[in-house]
């Protein structure tokens, strides 16, 4: 398989990958790592909750390529991988859109979600569901009163939305969308729902809601 040193060059001959951040700063070891908003600037390091399922970089395959030491970020929809000392982002590239975590079994696809190209976990690539896992970031927000206390800067983990892959298109599987978009199947899977016990809080569910509403739409 090809290695991190290949898939490096690569990147660098196609001038992809770029050292910026949410704010460009300029020293390449606090890539990804400073916030700027209007007035206020923030360090990752001092704001409450973190954009990292695991700040750890693991060693994944991206494609081809094996053994590249990579970390999500869910506020930024990036993938950042290090190479002597420096951190970069890894391109939206169709050869590329297969993240695999080598050690922990996940995975990642890129995919046309509401009209770009976004990062979602596979759950199920048989069945075609996926998880959208995002992070909001609050700013400071100082006490207006002396029964409040000033709000910290926050990284916030937003409940995750769950999406199938139907007839080419991406989905969400929920409870108000699947009334919405399949409203002709709404009697047979509601007896389905119930006769299984099955509910939308449960990703194991899900694949069987999901299994579903594509034999039934065909």
Do not use: C
Not at 58 to 64: A, N, P, R, V, Y
């Amino acid at each position: 398989m090809k290695n991190l040193l290949l898939l490096t060059l690569i990147i660098s001959s196609q001038t992809f990958f770029s050292q910026i951040g949410v704010g460009l700063n300029s020293s390449p070891n606090s890539f990804y790592e400073s916030l700027y908003f209007k007035d206020n600037k923030y360090e990752y390091k001092d704001i409450k909750g973190s954009p990292y399922e695991n700040t750890d970089f693991q060693l994944s395959q991206i494609g081809d390529y094996r053994d590249i030491p990579v970390r999500y970020n869910s506020y930024t929809d990036s993938f950042e991988f290090k190479q002597d000392g420096k951190n970069y982002i890894l391109p939206k590239e169709d050869n590329l859109s297969r993240i695999v975590f080598q050690n922990r079994k996940k995975t990642y696809a890129l995919l046309n979600l509401e009209g770009s190209k976004q990062y979602l976990e596979e759950l199920n690539r048989d069945v075609g569901l996926y998880k959208k896992n995002t992070t909001a970031f609050r700013e400071f927000k100082k006490a207006t009163t002396n029964y409040e206390q000033d709000y910290p800067p926050t990284f916030e983990q937003l409940a995750p939305k769950y999406y199938g892959s139907i007839n080419g298109n991406l989905v969400e599987i929920s409870k108000k969308s699947v009334e919405k978009n399949f409203s002709k199947q709404q009697k047979d899977l509601k007896d389905y729902i119930r006769k299984n016990n099955l509910n939308y809080e449960n990703e194991q569910d899900l694949i069987k809601i999901l299994s579903f509403l594509k034999s039934s739409n065909k």
